[in-house]
């Protein structure tokens, strides 16, 4: 008997949703469940959240209305996402995160992948750090602490990532050295950065790095809040390329001796690409869950996106509306972490054998 052709796209996902979920006594029992407590959370949280929310307004408003306050998150939107950044020169951090977004866009698209695109991170890089900085070109001055919001989570997230990435290449390669010296060496980094969290990292960082440092020269704090992330991604990204190098089927390793392939065009031609590409899952829940980290900077007194909410919470005309704040910092943690979810599954489909 001949079966009936699958439906392309999202259509044919849907049917095969739908046929799952009736599929079977146990299956329909657990749908039925599901719908129940759809119906039992979903009203009362459309009437909070929307029927009897208050969009504009004072808190006063707010409170008689009874719903969610969505007014409080519109009052202090802005704060959310530049902290305490002089309000003339706000326009900095917005042309800053403008040009990061335009240069995160652009690493995604496989076509633009190559030397240019190196040449234009070398070259955004610096110039999104001096114009938050300023101090040169008739720009003020704005010293780091008075950076925050969504800004500085994702200069710590995008720097540390970008940074850490190929540190952790390098220390995943030395690990499966066979050089002695090489191998205990990186062995001794992964294991050192991994074995304690990351707060205590940030506070060595914070507290113990300038005693290291020659008499006279400081390290500013947001640097050293980069170095003890960049440090904590490599050591756990490390462990996940290795994993990806040791999957490597052993004859993928001789033709690539076979062809006369030096070490280091043996791994960038042959052995990384693989190796890189079969792990994709595995790198992106390592990012997630470290983006989600940047949260603890906060213990050295760097204000992230959640924290300058928090912070919003203490105002005493906008007292007592902490779920509204919690709600949209988790709303906007689940659409960047979900945005990366799919990027990546794309990116598996086009990267896997046969994918186009």
């Known amino acids: 008997m ?16 739908a046929r799952a979920c009736i599929d079977g006594p146990l299956n329909v029992a657990i749908t039925l469940a599901c719908l129940a407590l759809l119906w039992w959370l979903v009203p009362p949280f459309w009437d909070w959240a929307v029927t009897r929310a208050t969009w ?5 408003a707010c409170r008689e209305a009874g719903g969610a306050c969505w007014a409080f998150i519109r009052e202090k939107f802005w704060f959310s996402i530049f902290g305490l950044y002089p309000y003339e020169q706000r326009w900095r951090p917005a042309t800053m995160m403008t040009i990061l977004i335009v240069m995160v866009v652009a690493s995604t ?21 001096v114009l938050m900085a300023g101090g040169v070109f008739g720009l ?14 994702g200069v710590i997230a995008v720097y540390g990532l970008a940074l850490g990435y190929p540190l952790a290449i390098l220390l995943a390669l030395g690990r499966r050295s066979d050089l002695t010296l090489v191998r205990w060496f990186s062995t001794a980094v992964i294991e ?5 969290p990351l707060i205590s990292l940030l506070f060595m960082a914070a507290i113990m790095l300038p005693l290291f440092l020659p008499e006279g020269v400081t390290l500013d704090r947001l640097a050293r809040v980069l170095v003890a992330y960049t440090l904590f991604t490599a050591a756990y990204m490390a462990e996940v390329i290795r994993g990806g190098l040791q999957a490597m089927p052993r004859g993928q390793y001789e033709a690539a001796d076979a ?21 994709i899952p595995s790198q992106v829940n390592t990012f997630i869950g470290l983006f989600k980290d940047t ?3 906060v213990v050295i ?25 919690y709600v949209f910092a988790a709303a906007v943690y689940f659409l960047l972490c979900f945005t990366m979810s799919q990027y990546s599954q794309r990116l598996e489909r086009s990267l896997r054998p046969g994918g186009r």
Do not use: H
């Open 2 to 17: 001949r079966q009936a052709p699958a439906l392309p796209g999202f259509a044919g996902r849907a049917t095969a949703f």
């Open 56 to 60: 504009n307004g004072n808190a006063n």
């Open 109 to 129: 698209q496989r076509r633009l992948w190559g030397r240019g695109l190196l040449l234009a991170w070398a070259v955004a890089a610096p110039a999104m750090l």
């Open 140 to 153: 003020p001055a704005v010293q780091t602490r008075l950076w925050g919001g969504l800004t500085i989570t």
């Open 192 to 196: 050192c950065v991994r074995g304690v």
């Open 259 to 279: 062809l006369g392939l030096s070490y280091w065009k043996k791994m960038r031609l042959v052995i990384l690409p693989q190796a890189l590409t079969i792990t």
């Open 295 to 297: 949260t603890l900077v």
């Open 301 to 325: 007194g760097v204000f992230d996106f959640f924290t300058t909410l928090r912070a919003a919470l203490g105002d005493p005309n906008w007292l007592g509306f902490a779920t509204e704040a």
